[in-house]
């Protein structure tokens, strides 16, 4: 078992910058590929970032990439995801999650979720 508590979401304008964390305890947390999704009212969750538990290489969705870095410190058993030039269209909530898989980007093969964090981003 994996618990997963997400923080630092908040309000900001767009073009700034937020930063959220995800503390992990539990299990070996070295062990899970972790990943980010969102979810915007009215819509699906979708992936956003997710970083490997095998090589620790990350992955993005197109819409985040290059603007959007994600992180993890498996000693503090901490992920982190650092979104810069934030956009009114990455207003959502933020989950981050565990897989026990090398990397993946589907939903349903990440096994241990947050509550999630609100990240609202003005115009």
């Known amino acids: 078992q994996v618990q997963l508590v997400e923080s630092g979401g908040g309000l900001v304008q767009a073009g700034g910058s937020l930063s959220v964390s995800c503390a992990a305890s539990g299990r070996t947390f070295s062990g899970y590929t972790l990943g980010w999704f969102r979810q915007a009212p009215g819509k699906e969750r979708e992936f956003v970032a997710a970083?490997?538990?095998?090589?620790?290489?990350?992955y993005y969705a197109d819409s985040v990439k290059g603007r959007f870095t994600i992180s993890r410190d498996n000693v503090k058993n901490t992920l982190y995801l650092q979104m810069n030039n934030l956009k009114p269209e990455d207003t959502a909530v933020y989950y981050c999650a565990a897989s026990p898989r090398l990397w993946s980007k589907s939903y349903s093969e990440y096994v241990y979720w947050g509550q999630g964090t609100q990240v609202t981003v003005s115009s």
């Open positions: 970083i490997s538990r095998f090589d620790g290489s990350p």
